[in-house]
């Protein structure tokens, strides 16, 4: 089995897809309980069109379409930003076992940052959560696209 790291690096390969774009460099992978990538994605919602592309939704669906299934039981999300609360509730529904992030939201995200919805009573699944991850790398992609909007 690959480490975290590994998967990742691969989450950040799809932020820095995003930043090419010209999107909020977010990048995320699902993986299944084997260790092989079955579902990658980007933040996309000005290119798609879309408010709900955001990188996890876009991974949740590409791996949810591979498995013609949309509950992922086993699977683990990376992503290289903490999740928001629509992101959150998708991984909750999509039954993923676990979420490995990088870089804290502190304005929007929903697993430390500003609630930790992963956490509440009343959810009938729970999701093993780990933040932190190469969040200097995660980090430095964010910074270097708001310092090019702003400059």
């Given amino acids: 089995m690959r ?3 590994f998967y990742m ?11 090419a774009a010209g999107e909020v460099p ?5 993986v299944d309980a084997e260790g092989e990538i079955i579902g ?3 933040n996309a919602p000005c290119g798609c069109h879309d408010p709900s592309a955001h990188a996890e939704i876009q991974a949740l669906r ?3 379409a591979r498995l013609a299934n949309y509950r992922l039981d086993g699977c683990t999300l990376y992503v290289t930003l903490e999740p928001c609360l629509m992101c959150t509730g998708a991984i ?9 992030y990088g870089a804290a939201e502190p304005k929007t995200g ?12 009343w959810h009938n699944h729970r999701v093993e959560v ?22």
């Fill in 3 to 5: 480490s975290d790291d």
């Fill in 9 to 19: 690096h691969r989450a950040l390969d799809q932020a820095r897809q995003a930043l």
């Fill in 26 to 30: 977010v990048g995320a992978v699902v």
């Fill in 40 to 42: 990658a994605g980007f």
């Fill in 62 to 64: 590409a791996a949810a």
């Fill in 92 to 100: 909750i529904h999509a039954r993923l076992a676990r979420v490995v």
């Fill in 110 to 121: 929903m697993v430390e940052s500003r609630a930790n919805l992963f956490a509440q009573p």
């Fill in 130 to 151: 780990e933040g932190g991850r190469l969040a200097g790398q995660a980090r430095r992609l964010l910074q270097a696209f708001f310092a090019e909007r702003r400059g």
